[in-house]
């Protein structure tokens, strides 16, 4: 009797194993091999990016690289530093280096300023310099002043013309509230027209607005 009551218990988990779904077919995540889980019934490697390393996502059900996801700088090509995990050019610590006066108790000169990637922000050093600049403008008497914004070649050419818009803009402005008149001042963007770098040591010297007397 009890030789076939075992029996019995056997033929029945057989079949209730027989019976599940074929991988990579579930109903649960017990269906699926150990780190995957039942998705739409179906065994995938992840839900959602929880479930996946870092650096990865989840994309239908699989984890795929992020693309230029960093946990460093060592992640990162020349020119690029990690920043929230992404791969972007440098900050400007890496800028040319901005001039801020006279050297060798020559004239001063109106000298180019420089910007960071995609930016219209101007760092201390570009407030110093433009400071300088100011006052150079006042002790040589200069009249008028035109301020011209340039970028490199990365983006649109209509982006790339309202940025270096937003440069000369800004510049003109900081200029004014330092007390250069604003009628002194004009403004106008060249885009990445003139643009010369072919990596980001080039691309560097393109971000910028030059100055020239009237």
């Given amino acids: ?124 050093s570009t407030r110093d310099a433009l400071t300088s600049i100011a006052r150079c403008i006042q002790t040589r008497g200069i009249a008028r002043v035109h301020v011209t914004g340039y970028t490199d070649p990365r983006g649109t050419e209509e982006y790339n013309l309202a940025l270096g818009d937003r440069r000369a803009r800004a510049v003109m402005q900081y200029l004014t509230s330092l007390g250069l008149g604003r009628d002194s001042l004009s403004a106008s963007s060249m885009g990445e027209e003139m643009a010369q770098g072919e990596d980001e040591g080039g691309w560097r010297n393109d971000r910028k607005v030059t100055f020239t007397e009237r």
């Fill in 1 to 124: 009797m009890r030789t076939s009551i075992r029996a019995s218990l056997f033929a029945l988990c057989t079949f209730f194993v027989a019976c599940g779904p074929d991988y990579p077919a579930c109903e649960n995540d017990d269906d699926c091999h150990e780190g995957e889980f039942c998705v739409n019934d179906l065994c995938q490697q992840c839900r959602d990016d929880s479930d996946c390393p870092a650096g990865q996502s989840c994309n239908d059900g699989r984890c795929d690289p992020i693309q230029g996801w960093c946990a460093g700088n060592g992640d990162c090509g020349p020119g690029e530093e990690c920043q929230n995990n992404r791969c972007v050019a440098s900050s400007t610590e890496d800028l040319p280096p901005q001039s801020t006066g006279p050297t060798n108790n020559g004239p001063c000169s109106l000298d180019t300023v420089y910007f960071a990637f995609d930016s219209d922000e101007l760092d201390s």
